[in-house]
Structures are given as structure tokens and as C-alpha cells.
């Protein structure tokens, strides 16, 4: 079933994700507060581009999550993510939260404290070695 | 006390030199080179030019045998996952942060943050009582702030001087406790107690009875 999401940040790999999502028949919103990051994507049916501060419960409101299924954080800074994503989270309550965090080790705790998180400079370590020992 | 500030701004720098002369340990993160240089010259080798959000450095900050940790940046999310660190990973028995957008509030404090001060609601609720002027003045929040121990004040040539208290009918959910004399004494209400110029009289009133319970007390509005 389509899933409705929500994405905090309009990075390379934001617009990569949302691109895929939309891509998969998902309604992805994704927000940014700078409006430049859009150029990274095409306009495309069922997908909203919204200039918005993803901390900011207002402006997230605003981006509809309180209708949204999944909500993905994926701006360059791990404290805006973790602070994104626990009031997408708690405040908003909703169902599946992601959230990217790059330091390893802060990553370990926000896993211990119930968030979902993807580290970049993991998977990037785990390709490289394994491209070293092919 | 062996205390950590995250941030050295304004609110940072102040609060820093206040903790030194009240004769506290200190260590000072600031991430900004510049601003971190500046604040070594004037409180010397506490400060550690680094980024107080990551574990790493709040090891190095002796976070371990920190007694308080208080996050001072312009950013919440800053403030935030600093003040997580250091609970969750380092056990500090007191996480402060300082809260820009008021409505990150109730979201810190259910996340262990022990003290959320949102500058934003510090001003407000200094310039409402300035505004209102209603002279109730909020001493103490009580129950989660839905009901305040409050003082309502009896000004010069008040209607209310010379009335009586201990019979007076004040609106529902509302209580008075006592009345402090312009001699700061206190004085207990009933007896045939009579309302002077200058008294405060003690109350306990949830925010939307204020008014009314001004209007009851004073006799004025």
C-alpha cells in the first residue's frame, strides 16, 4: 500500500530517497528551508516540495505530518535530525520514524533510546573495506 | 559543583563567569574557533574549542564526574542532543538546556531533559505581568502550572483598603492563604483582619481566575 511520507532535508540524498519513493508509488512531501535544494528534484505527481524548518512543529504541521505514515530526517546535521525526528516522534506520534545520524557513536544511543537510525559514514566504511578485500 | 557549559554566547559566558565566582569547577565547549579563542583569554584553559554534542569530547570535558551539564546555544537541536549525551551516555544527574521555540518545551522534558528554559516564555512572562497589570503577581507554579500560588497587591487608595477577607466569597477553585503587611510580616486571614494600603495578599488561583479574584480581592475593575 502507497505510504504517505514525510522527509526533512532536500540533500543529495534526500532528493534520492524521495525521488525513489515517489518513483515506487509512495505520496512523498519532502521539505527544506532552503527553497535552492529543490533544484535537486523534477516536479512529479505525488510529490510536494514545501520550504518549511523541520524542528519547527508549526512549519511540520504545516507539511502534514500529522497524516504521515513514515517521516525520514535526512538533513546534514545529526542534531537537527535527532531533534526532528523525536518530535515527529513524540510530539506527533508517528508510526515509523527514521532519522540519520553519521557519528557512530551517537548513533548506538539513539538506537538505545528507540529511534531508527541509518549512519552514512557506517555503510560507507562497510563498502569500502569491502571493496579493499575483492 | 563540577559544571559543563555547552556554548559560549552570550548566555554562555555570562552564566560561565557567574558559576566561577559562585567558586564552581567549570569546563566551557565552544565549537566556534574564534568564539572559543576570545573566551580562553579572559577564563584561561577551561575551555575546550570542540563540539559539545559529541560523546567523545564530553568524555574528554570529564563529563563522567560532571554534577550538571548546561546546554547555552542558539540552537535547540544543539542543546538538545547535548544534553541527551550526557544523560544517556554519561549519567549527569542534571541536564539544562536553554529552549529557543517554546513549543520544543514539553518535548525536552519528556525526552530527560531535568530543565527546559525557554528564553522566549521567560520574557512573556515578565512583559504579561508588566502589561496586565492587574497587580497579581505569580510566585510559584503549582501541579504543572494549572493552578500558582500568586500575590495580588493593595496599592495606595484602593477600594479594597479597610475591607474584611475572612468572610469575602472569591470565585470557585480559587483560595486566599494569608496576608503579608507592609512590614513584610505575615498575618492571618479571619479574625476581623482589615485590608491596609501596601498589604499582599497571598492567593492560590488557576491563570483564568485571576482576574476575577483581583476584582473580588481589590473590589476594583
Known amino acids: 500500500m502507497a505510504a504517505q511520507v514525510l522527509i526533512v532535508g532536500c540533500g543529495r540524498l534526500g532528493a534520492m530517497v524521495a525521488k525513489m519513493l515517489v518513483d515506487r508509488g509512495d505520496r512523498v512531501t519532502i521539505v527544506d528551508i532552503d527553497a535552492e535544494n529543490f533544484r535537486r528534484l523534477a516536479e512529479q505527481p505525488g510529490l510536494s516540495m514545501i520550504v518549511a524548518n523541520g524542528t519547527s512543529n508549526e512549519d511540520l504541521r504545516r507539511a502534514g505530518v500529522e497524516s504521515a505514515d513514515v517521516f525520514i530526517s535526512l538533513t546534514a546535521q545529526d542534531t537537527v535530525n535527532a531533534l526532528a525526528a523525536q518530535i515527529a516522534q513524540v510530539t506527533f506520534g508517528v508510526a515509523k520514524v527514521v532519522c540519520r545520524i553519521n557519528d557512530p557513536v551517537r548513533r548506538e544511543m539513539y538506537e538505545g533510546l528507540g529511534l531508527r537510525t541509518v549512519s552514512p559514514s557506517l555503510v560507507m566504511t562497510d563498502l569500502v573495506l569491502e571493496a579493499v578485500e575483492r | ?221
Open chain 2, 1 to 221: 559543583m563540577y559544571v559543563i557549559v555547552v556554548g559560549c554566547g552570550k548566555i554562555g559566558y555570562h552564566l560561565t563567569r557567574a558559576l566561577l565566582s559562585g567558586g564552581n569547577e567549570v569546563v566551557v565547549i565552544e565549537r566556534d574557533g574564534r568564539r572559543a579563542e576570545a573566551a580562553a583569554e579572559e577564563f584561561g584553559s577551561i575551555i575546550i574549542a570542540s563540539d559539545g554534542t559529541e560523546p567523545t569530547v564530553l568524555g574528554e570535558a570529564g563529563a563522567k564526574r560532571c554534577d550538571v551539564l548546561i546546554s547555552t546555544t542558539g540552537q535547540d537541536a544543539t542543546n538538545l542532543v547535548a544534553c541527551q549525551v550526557g544523560k544517556s551516555s554519561f549519567h549527569i544527574p542534571r541536564v539544562i538546556a536553554v529552549v529557543t521555540d517554546p513549543d520544543h518545551v514539553p518535548l525536552f522534558k519528556t525526552l530527560g531533559v531535568d530543565v527546559a528554559v525557554s528564553t522566549t516564555e521567560l520574557i512573556l512572562a515578565h512583559m504579561e505581568e508588566e502589561i496586565a497589570g492587574s497587580g497579581v503577581v505569580h510566585l510559584l507554579p503549582l501541579h504543572g502550572a494549572t493552578t500558582s500560588v500568586v500575590s495580588i497587591h493593595v496599592p495606595a487608595g484602593s477600594p479594597a483598603i479597610g475591607r474584611e477577607l475572612s468572610g469575602m466569597i472569591t470565585p470557585e477553585g480559587t483560595a486566599l492563604a494569608v496576608v503579608i503587611g507592609r512590614d513584610g510580616l505575615p498575618r492571618a486571614i479571619g479574625g476581623g483582619l482589615l485590608l491596609e494600603a501596601g498589604d499582599e495578599v497571598i492567593a492560590i488561583t488557576p491563570p483564568e481566575k485571576e482576574d476575577e479574584l483581583w476584582r473580588a480581592v481589590t473590589g476594583e475593575g
